[in-house]
């Protein structure tokens, strides 16, 4: 299993990706699922759930229509992040069809061979845009009001994000939020697992700067994680007493 | 969909359901998913989860065997919480079965038509107890180091569970830990609502009278939940800044 997250709020763009891979319980393997570019004009931050083998072909696929000199289509060469999605959904579509089985509907194929993309980022002269690419190739927009995208495995990390994920929220208690519903996710669910590839991205700086691989035992996410619960355990006992209790 | 969450600690058991049915989310209904026995030596709860017929007709059939002379088997004739699973287990597979289309698989009607139910309680002398019956009609115990229970849409509430619960968690933390999980469920999921039946059973007290419907704008829930967002938003407020936060 997976988990994806992006976040965007006034101030800018949060992307948090786990690295477990798995085939079963007993093939566990690490594989980062963030495809980050930042070239001239734009930064770009591209996150994958779902067939990995449909998610990994998409990626050797961008990388190679940068390298090639012939490309009708590149990220240097989308207009918006409009253009990047569409782009990302039509090389999704081709690597699925490669290793379709005709015998199967399209609703099968896809069920396994199909993977969500998370694209986000942010273009010179345009604004901050995040997008959710569908297996079919088509997307969506991040919510206004509820403004985060989860792709894989998202309920464990949803309630946390749901409190406290808001358009004014600042940009740094996102990145927390961020990795509390990481944190979360971890612990309720041994197919999610560390380290986690996270990317900070201030709304007009077109770079990447604030971009790091948190391990478990990495000083930052470890404090944040025991802080975290101590400051849980004393809430619960800030909470109203039952009458039937002493 | 429904939530279900039930929890063992060694001063007592918690109960916990929704009462939102749905057969889509523009037909939603109103069901306790909750039955609780409380006559002489034994007091017994049972919450359900699943195909809405099966369990209404499983609670229908334990109430007449409860009212017949002559049953060969009711909760009054059990000898131990492992002969209510299996009485209701049986009772289960009895109700899918009536209805099983010949021409499906086992698997197929069990998806279709079966329900999980959680069965706890206390018979004088015995122990408290903790179990969760298969739809297939077999059971498990309650595991000793995460001493709880859920059924139907168990992921939203999950974290806060594996946190907060653990065999020694006074009886009335486990129960404001469960009334969290379920405020974190309904926040994020409207297949879940309210109001919550709750009860909590001391040990060796055999009886039920600490159980209460608790809508979203009771008192308690709703103070309990105020001061919890509040508490959220000041932990969040503890947490170390990123380097790159002014």
Known sequence: MTYCLAIKVEEGLVFASDSRTNAGLDNIGS??????????????????????????????????????????????????????????????????????????????????????????????????NLVMVYPEGNFIYVADETPFIQIGETKYGKPILDRMIFPHTPLGDSARAAL???????????????????????????NLNFQDQLKLDSPFFKELSSIWAEQLDSAIHALPKFNWEE
């Open 180 to 206: 509390l519903s990481f944190d979360s996710t971890m612990k309720s669910d041994l197919t999610v697992g560390p380290p986690i590839d996270f990317v900070v991205f201030k709304k007009d700086q077109i």
């Open 31 to 128: 594989y980062t699922k963030m495809f980050t570019y930042n070239i001239g004009d734009r930064a770009f931050v591209i996150l994958t759930a779902g067939n990995l083998a449909t998610s990994q072909a998409v990626y050797h696929q961008i990388e190679k229509d940068l390298e090639s000199n012939d490309s009708e289509i590149n990220l240097n060469l989308c207009q918006d992040i409009e253009a990047v999605a569409d782009y990302i959904g039509k090389i999704s579509i081709e690597q699925q069809s490669k290793n379709h089985d005709p015998t199967e509907t399209i609703d099968q194929s896809i069920s396994l061979l199909g993977s969500h993309f998370i694209v986000g980022g942010q273009i010179k002269g345009q604004d901050p």
